[in-house]
């Protein structure tokens, strides 16, 4: 027997719509470059919406056609994630920070023959336009007559909505049916795309307003430093609609100072973004002696933020902060570190111990470990393994869907990370499949030895590669970031690493640098590093017979 319950589609529209009904005038909040603050809220949101949509079905968009946007976080681009699903096309977005190749092959592949764009960007579009086989139509998110281009057509934001008065009905897709489309960093190879259903991302929404994962409410003030085109923006954009929470959305201006001044004129209680960039943030903290009156917390995913730098936000800056695990291919998000109650008692340091993981697995993420030959490992927090996930916002193939599906025969997708399960659920990345080190047959995590590094107080940032070796045919290379000012040697972070690990574990050197390569999402790319020291020639070594 079947329940009685209306059949009722789970579509990204009903979010607005939500907004729109229940917190009209809750402020959405953009910094531009070309003016002041600009203000509006989640009522104009959602008639601005509406009116593109109504505009795309003008300028012959059809449903499931790839729409892509090239901008910042700014109100123009929340319209479009959800003026773009709302006419039952395709929100495509692609990262600026993207190399010319690889934009162009992401364009191409996903077929987009629209382009939404900041105006900074077209010089970049017009310089790979030879590249672009689809591509016809750009339209350039300013109030300004858009500039020539030599592409077939183009237009000015501003006057599309303009040239649609009254609002339009939203389209009415099944909640299965594709809403948005994000490639990965392309790390390994060509990016691949994943292609979002309605349904998946509605869902994911409610995931993220879950007290125990990033907790998105009505009373937030969220400031996401996040781009909203790295994965969704972490689903920030549809959590805000779905709980009212006010977004204040920063631009292109990320810098700690730019960043500051924003939170505290919005009274920002709330932020999220990669660890590099409240590393900038926490430097200015320290420069100008200042301290924000109304940030709480900080969501920090792409990669973990340094254990000291966790203590100093929440011991000298009163700021939680909370881990979040994922990637492009399940949502993104499916982890939270938020603590359970039997640990809001403990110390802070052994407080510190649980958020600095990966977190737990949220409603709607399954997570287990296997080993080499498919065996479910215990959830004992001992023995690592390969992690795997299953959910309805875990993709089953990548776009464009007829290739194999990249799950096993029970729906299990590998993530490529290894780790451990602890029995409360938690976490603990030990390192990734390409990013294991293999040492005289021996394995060494790179993870581990970064994660050590970055509790001296002299690091920054910091990163371990395998290097070939012509003994033990690979070996740990550190490469490190010197935090601002600090006066610290190899042997400062060697003798920091060496009570933490067994000898033939630990780096055989560590070597300094101005910085480290990122990929376009903010991590560190291993793979540039590996590249930068594969003919590196090891310091002579006395001859023990050991490591």
């Known amino acids: 027997m079947r329940g009685l319950m209306q059949d009722w589609p789970l579509r990204l529209s009903t979010l607005l719509d939500n907004a729109a009904r229940w917190h009209a005038d809750v402020e959405i909040v953009s910094r531009l470059d070309d003016g002041p603050l600009h203000r509006t809220n989640w009522g104009e949101i959602e008639i601005r919406a509406r009116r593109l949509a109504g505009a795309l079905g003008r300028l012959g968009v059809k449903p499931g056609e790839r729409v892509a946007t090239l901008a910042w976080n700014s109100h123009r681009h929340l319209e479009l994630f959800f003026a773009l699903p709302g006419a039952g096309a395709i929100c495509h977005t692609v990262n600026p920070r993207l190399g010319d190749e690889e934009m162009a092959y992401i364009f191409n592949h996903a077929g987009d023959r629209t382009v939404f764009v900041d105006a900074e960007f077209l010089p970049r579009l017009e310089a790979i336009a030879p590249q672009l086989k689809t591509v016809r139509r750009l339209v350039v998110l300013t109030d300004d007559p858009p500039p020539a281009t030599g592409f077939a057509e183009t237009l000015a934001y501003e006057a599309l909505i303009d040239a649609s008065p009254a609002p339009a009905p939203w389209a009415e897709p099944d909640e299965l049916d594709a809403a948005a489309l994000c490639y990965t960093s392309g790390t390994t190879g060509r990016p691949k795309g994943v292609l979002y259903s309605h349904r998946g991302l509605v869902l994911h929404a409610f995931s993220q307003c879950q007290a125990d994962n990033m907790g998105l409410s009505s009373r937030s003030v969220m400031l996401p430093a996040v781009g909203m085109f790295h994965a969704n923006g972490w689903g920030i954009a549809h959590a805000a609609a779905m709980s009212g929470a006010k977004l204040v959305l920063p631009g292109r201006a990320l810098d700690g100072a730019s960043l500051f001044d924003l939170m505290e004129?919005?009274?920002?209680?709330?932020?999220?973004?990669?660890?590099?960039?409240?590393?900038?943030?926490?430097?200015?903290?320290?420069?100008?002696?200042?301290?924000?009156?109304?940030?709480?917390?900080?969501?920090?995913?792409?990669?973990?933020?340094?254990?000291?730098?966790?203590?100093?936000?929440?011991?000298?800056?009163?700021?939680?902060?909370?881990?979040?695990?994922?990637?492009?291919?399940?949502?993104?998000?499916?982890?939270?570190?938020?603590?359970?109650?039997?640990?809001?008692?403990?110390?802070?340091?052994?407080?510190?111990?649980?958020?600095?993981?990966?977190?737990?697995?949220?409603?709607?993420?399954?997570?287990?470990?296997?080993?080499?030959?498919?065996?479910?490992?215990?959830?004992?927090?001992e023995v690592?393994?390969?992690?795997?996930?299953?959910?309805?916002?875990?993709?089953?193939?990548y776009f464009p869907g007829d290739g194999a599906t990249v799950n096993d025969a029970d729906g299990w997708f590998d993530t490529a990370d290894i780790g451990t399960l602890d029995a409360d659920g938690y976490l603990r990345l030990t390192d990734r499949d390409k990013d294991l080190i293999k040492s005289g047959g021996e394995w060494i995590s790179s993870i581990d030895l970064e994660n050590a590094a970055l509790q001296h107080p002299g690091v920054a940032e910091a990163a371990a590669i395998a290097v070939a070796h012509p003994k033990w045919d690979e070996r740990p290379l550190l490469v490190v970031v010197k935090a601002a000012g600090a006066q610290v040697d190899a042997a400062s972070v060697l003798d920091h690493l060496r009570p933490h690990f067994a000898k033939w574990q630990l780096p055989d050197e560590v070597v300094f640098a101005a910085d480290l390569p990122h990929t376009a999402t903010g991590k560190i790319s291993k793979r540039h590093l590996r590249e930068r020291f594969k003919d590196h020639v090891w310091e002579p070594k006395p001859k023990t017979g050991k490591i």
């Open 384 to 397: 690592p393994g390969h992690i795997q996930v299953r959910g309805p916002w875990v993709t089953e193939r």
């Open 265 to 381: 004129r919005e009274a920002v209680n709330y932020a999220a973004g990669v660890p590099t960039v409240w590393l900038s943030f926490l430097a200015h903290l320290d420069e100008s002696r200042q301290r924000s009156k109304y940030l709480e917390r900080l969501f920090v995913g792409g990669s973990a933020m340094a254990r000291a730098t966790m203590r100093r936000f929440e011991a000298e800056f009163g700021v939680s902060i909370l881990h979040g695990w994922g990637m492009t291919e399940i949502g993104p998000v499916a982890n939270s570190a938020r603590i359970k109650h039997k640990h809001a008692t403990l110390p802070l340091e052994e407080q510190l111990d649980w958020k600095s993981t990966q977190g737990r697995a949220i409603y709607g993420v399954e997570m287990r470990v296997i080993d080499d030959d498919g065996v479910e490992l215990a959830r004992d927090g």
